[in-house]
Each structure stands twice: as C-alpha cells, then as structure tokens.
C-alpha cells in the first residue's frame, strides 16, 4: 500500500499548546497537502507544500517536509477548542488527481 | 460560490442490492474524485474523472464504477452491495488542470450496508 502513517494517532493538548503531528510516505512525490477532518464530515485543505518546498506557513499552521527521509509535520501553534479534528497527510505523485491519505492524527484541544 | 453537494448524505442498504450516489462538483471544476473512507482501511481511492473519461483507478473491484456527464456532475455505483462497503463515500473536486492543487470535498454519503 502507498498509504501513509501518521504519527502519533491521537493526541490530547489544554488550549493555547501547540501540536505536532507527523507524515512518512512512501514513494517519491509531487506534493504533499494537509486536511482537517471535522467527525463524520468532508475534509477541509489546509495547506500544501510542493516536493521542492522544505517549508510553509499559513497563519498559525506551519509544515516541513523532508524528502530524503519521506516525512512532513504539522504544526499548528497556540490551539483552540475549534482546531479538534482528524488531520491526515495527502501524497500525489504526479499521475494525475490520485492521492494517498496518510492514517490520520485524532487532536483533541481540551478548553 | 457553491461546494461540493452530496446526495444522499446517508442511506441503509441490504447486502446484494445496489446503490447510486451523486455528486455535484464546484462550478468549473472538471476533476471529480471519488473516495471510500472505513475506520480500518482509512481514505482509499476509488477512481477519478476528468471531462467524462476515467483518468484514474483505484484499487478497487469491478462493483465498484462510476461516470461523468457533460456538466462534470459525477455518479458512483456500487453493485451486489457486501457489509464490509459500509463506508462514508467522499466526493472531491478540483480544477483538474495544470499543476495539481487542492481537492475541495462534499461532506459525504454514509452507506450502511445491513
């Protein structure tokens, strides 16, 4: 499977920490993309970051992406009781609007 | 600008019957794709359309298909329906042109297949 895993599967933070949460992959990509997934909803872009991109900020959201290790992390800084969703990692490789969803993050901001 | 609508949002089905979902892609969006998302398999790909021609494919059995019309609205189908299709069934559309961007969901059909 070229489906990706997330790190850690759940997490639990008060409001105002920050989150981390982390993606590996497993082949070579084109971009890598971030959604947010309310429960039982349809998910929501965040962010994407092209294979030649080590780093991207929007807003309070901030992403690596190391290719020579197939791996991005998010980071989400000083979070709100809205911010508790699922994230999930997406690859595509260049073979069209095809892409692979990591496992997801559960996050739980607690107020 | 409207998003992506999903009909029906839920249904209940019983094994060996069949069942159509629609979906309605963000206008001038010419890409739809279709996703399968299960707590244990996760969000897998299903397959994707571009103009009314099926420019991707998941790994996926021949029950499973779909089509396009002329206006980019999508259908998938699901034939001879087997418990483990129980699934929310996620619409995706996106420019489908150029440099791949972001895909833009619909909020889901949740098929329970009894």
């Known amino acids: 499977s070229q489906q990706g895993e997330e790190d850690p599967q759940a997490l639990s933070i008060q409001e105002g920490e920050n989150a981390t949460m982390n993606c590996s992959y497993k082949?070579?990509?084109?971009?890598l993309q971030w959604y947010r997934q309310n429960s039982g909803r349809g998910l929501v872009h965040l962010i994407l970051?092209?294979?030649?991109?080590r780093e991207k900020h929007s807003g309070r959201l901030r992403v690596t992406l190391d290719t020579s290790k197939k791996s991005s992390s998010l980071l989400i800084t000083a979070s709100r009781a809205a911010d508790t969703a699922s994230y999930f990692c997406?690859?595509?490789?260049?073979?069209?609007?095809?892409?692979?969803f990591g496992t997801g993050t559960s996050l739980t901001v607690i107020p | 600008k409207a998003g992506v609508t999903q009909t029906p949002r839920y249904l209940i089905k019983t094994r060996g019957q069949q069942v159509t979902l629609s979906c309605s892609p963000i206008?001038?969006?010419?890409?739809v794709s279709w996703y399968q998302q299960t707590p244990g398999q996760g969000l897998q790909f299903l397959f994707e359309?571009?103009?009314?021609?099926?420019?991707n494919k998941g790994n996926f059995p021949g029950r499973f298909s779909g089509r396009q019309f002329s206006n980019s609205r999508s259908e998938m189908n699901v034939s001879t329906l087997e418990l483990g299709d129980s699934a929310l069934y996620l619409c995706?559309?996106?420019?489908?042109?150029?440099?791949?961007?972001?895909?833009?969901f619909g909020e889901g059909s949740r098929l329970t297949v009894l």
């Open positions: 995706a559309s996106s420019l489908g042109t150029g440099t791949i961007g972001e895909l833009f």
């Open positions: 082949t070579s990509i084109n971009n």
């Open positions: 970051i092209r294979s030649n991109e």
């Open positions: 997406a690859t595509d490789e260049g073979t069209g609007n095809q892409f692979y």
């Open positions: 206008s001038g969006h010419r890409s």
């Open positions: 359309y571009f103009s009314e021609t099926q420019r």
